[in-house]
């Protein structure tokens, strides 16, 4: 069973502070996704990554997959209340049956 | 208009009954997933249909029984059901061929709980 490690589980911060999610694994995985869920919401897709090594930027979030494509990290400079929410991460092993694994999330609160 | 919509948003019933719960799609994809998330916010897979054959089926009560009737919707049924089924069902599509780019698109979840 693969697993996906997310650290921290829970991140209390100041409007204006940097931040950093981690996702780890010991498997290798196709691709990387980051989601980010909204109470009383579904989660909604914010990048996939993958390519090792590869870093994506989204506004004030950026997102790098590990050079052996097991783990990636999301950093949020100048966070914002907006930015509050649940951040997942979800690995894609490839085969035929599309199956995402997802991490336990990372609950990232962003205080004014 | 909303991509994938599912009903009902909360479902609130007693041990032993039946239930199910609807999910649509309009974005083409041909192929859904039912999710679980508990209280601990653990999204876990429990089915997978594409183009209308299942091809995910992990461990999960028999009890729970999803159907597929065409490509554009996946149903959850749940028989007798019991307390810890309690939790958030997410419904969510993709294109079957490109989830390593695309991702899924999620329903905004069905909340049941069982007393």
């Known amino acids: 069973t693969q697993l996906l490690e997310q650290s921290p589980q829970f991140l209390s911060i100041q409007e204006g502070e940097n931040l950093t999610v981690y996702c780890n694994s010991s498997s290798v995985f196709s691709s990387l996704q980051w989601y980010r869920q909204e109470p009383g919401e579904g989660p909604v897709l914010l990048v996939t990554?993958?390519?090792?090594?590869e870093v994506k930027k989204l506004k004030r979030l950026t997102f790098q997959f590990g050079d052996a494509r097991k783990d990636s990290s999301l950093h949020i400079t100048a966070a914002q209340p907006g930015d509050t929410g649940l951040y997942l991460c979800?690995?894609?092993?490839?085969?035929?049956?599309?199956?995402?694994?997802f991490g336990k999330g990372t609950l990232l609160t962003v205080n004014p | 208009d909303t991509a994938v919509s599912q009903t009902p948003k909360y479902l609130v019933t007693q041990m032993g009954n039946d239930k199910s719960i609807k999910c649509e799609q309009n974005l083409g994809h041909d192929t859904m997933y039912w999710y679980k998330q508990d209280s601990k916010k653990f999204l876990k897979i429990m089915f997978s249909?594409?183009?209308?054959?299942?091809?995910i089926n992990e461990t999960v009560p028999n009890r729970f029984s999803p159907k597929s009737p065409d490509k554009a919707h996946l149903n959850l049924h749940i028989n007798s059901l019991e307390l810890g089924d309690s939790a958030v069902y997410f419904c969510?599509?993709?294109?079957?061929?490109?989830?390593?780019?695309?991702?899924?698109?999620f329903g905004s979840g069905t909340r049941l709980t069982v007393v």
């Open positions: 979800a690995g894609y092993s490839g085969g035929s049956n599309y199956k995402l694994t």
């Open positions: 249909y594409n183009n209308k054959e299942l091809i």
């Open positions: 969510a599509s993709s294109q079957g061929d490109r989830p390593r780019g695309y991702g899924y698109t």
């Open positions: 990554v993958v390519t090792g090594g």
